[in-house]
């Protein structure tokens, strides 16, 4: 058997019965060949006949795609699936084609193949797409549609806002114009998925006296450990130590700030800023030695002076987890998936804590939150606010 080193040995020598321009004639006419082929097979997969081969595409998005804008119109100019999908330029567009593969595979496997299966991955495969065309500046969007040659003043008002400063930042289409060509998927189904997740940890949650837990959800607050006296109503990711129990019941302490003004019933994380850890009941705040007094400020701005105080209430051990981190990963998603649908959402840190209490009043004509998802979703953006932020 030859060797390694005899065989690129042979390999190398030149031929003694095959001319050299034969040779390099031969190399060029396959280089030609291979390259037709290439290229060939590549305009073939770059067609919508292909893109809409199988039924996952043909019978789900395509049909979505044919009742908008894009596929008729007064022009009849119309975009196709590569034209939206597929980068232009060649070095993506190749990278884009092995990325594909996948989709082959998600294909063979049948991972998509019925109505039920393709809603159930629609989120995930928009994510994905949406992540591309954001990372890219939405280029294949601006190969059409470039702000540099867009006539603002036959804009209506509101668009010509929006599109000026869009222009201004070079902003992403992707950012705005999700669902412009195919249906929006469930857009809570991914943040829900987080808080099952955090529904089943808090479960499997221990509570010990000494620890400190943060709030899953809205927690009533009781005066007795038989839970038969209200005393007002904790939200979701409040930090509280555990100093007792009794059954199912735990005594929890509670830290924050409140008006002295008023019944100040209301109570809040740090001094001057509204952001809501509890409410108490009107005749329990006003309940003389029930708040332990830490410390006592006045606000410049307000001349207010607010208390730092701390009380013990009672509650029931569910609903408590370790971290707070979980929790405003779900918060932010829900933020995220939300409030993204007709517009780039502000950062978190784009407003100070108090600003967020009205800007997100203002965003929740638009949303479909529930109270409960409201208040968690306001507390992350105060809480991750200018206020906190070294970013901003």
Known sequence: MKSIKQILQHFFTPSKTIGLGILI???????????????AGLEYTNQEEFCIGCHE?????????????????????RATCPDCHVPHNFTDKIARKAQASMEVWAKLTGAVDTPEKFSKHRLE?????WARMSANGSAECRSCH????????????????QMMGAAENDQSCIDCHKGIAHHLPDMSAGYKSIMDDLNAQAVETSVNKGNTYYTLHNKKLFLDPEMTKKAGLMISSVPVEVIGSQGEAIEVKITGWRKKKGSGKIIMQDFARNIRIASLQRKVAKTKGFFNVLDAKEDEDTSITWQNVDFTLWTDKKDLVEEVEPIWEYAKEAYTA????????????????????????GMLDFADFEKEEEQVVLRYLQMHSSDYSNDH
């Open 25 to 39: 004639l031969a190399g060029f006419i396959g280089g030609i060949g291979f390259w037709t082929t290439f290229d």
């Open 57 to 77: 595409m043909e019978n789900n998005v395509y049909q979505e795609l044919q009742s908008t804008i894009h596929f008729k119109n007064r022009t009849g100019v």
């Open 125 to 129: 495969m928009a994510k994905r797409e």
């Open 146 to 161: 470039d702000y540099k040659s867009m006539d603002f003043e036959k804009m209506s008002a509101d668009a010509r806002d």
């Open 338 to 361: 939300t409030c993204s649908r007709c517009h780039s959402q502000p950062a978190e840190a784009h407003f100070d804590s108090n600003t967020w209490v009205g800007m997100f009043k």
